[in-house]
Nanobody, 125 residues
Framework: QVQLVESGGGLAQAGGSLRLSCAAS????????MGWFRQAPGKEREFVTV????????RYADSVNGRFTISRDNAKNTVYLQMNSLKPEDTAVYYC??????????????????WGQGTQVIVSA
């Protein structure tokens, strides 16, 4: 498994931006499909976005499509989540997670085996 540590959360105003980072340990980071999930108070954890091992493929939840961008730097063992045009409903704890794949299985909902501890994002109106 890979160890994951998120950072970059905080407080933002509606319409603002934040950039989350997720640093991974281990030399096999480039072989993992990476995802971001979030959990708002009183709600279940939900999928936000996912990126393939080489960064060439991405998918987004409808709620964030066009506002959020996932990217990765395999040389730095890091995946990013750029969040623009933030809304109060984006308030949640954001988690990054790793999946060994394959891509098709991830899109069908296969489990992510490694998770970070989460980083809090609060968006004020």
């Amino acid at each position: 498994q890979v160890q994951l540590v998120e950072s970059g959360g905080g407080l933002a105003q509606a319409g603002g931006s934040l950039r989350l980072s997720c640093a991974a340990s281990g030399r096999t980071f480039s072989s993992y499909i990476m995802g971001w999930f979030r959990q708002a108070p009183g709600k279940e954890r939900e999928f936000v976005t996912v990126i393939s091992d080489d960064g060439g493929r991405t998918r987004y939840a409808d709620s964030v499509n066009g506002r959020f961008t996932i990217s990765r730097d395999n040389a730095k063992n890091t995946v990013y989540l750029q969040m623009n045009s933030l809304k109060p409903e984006d308030t949640a704890v954001y988690y990054c997670a790793a999946n060994e794949g394959p891509w098709a299985a991830v899109l069908r909902g296969s489990d992510f085996g490694s998770w970070g501890q989460g980083t809090q994002v609060i968006v004020s109106a």
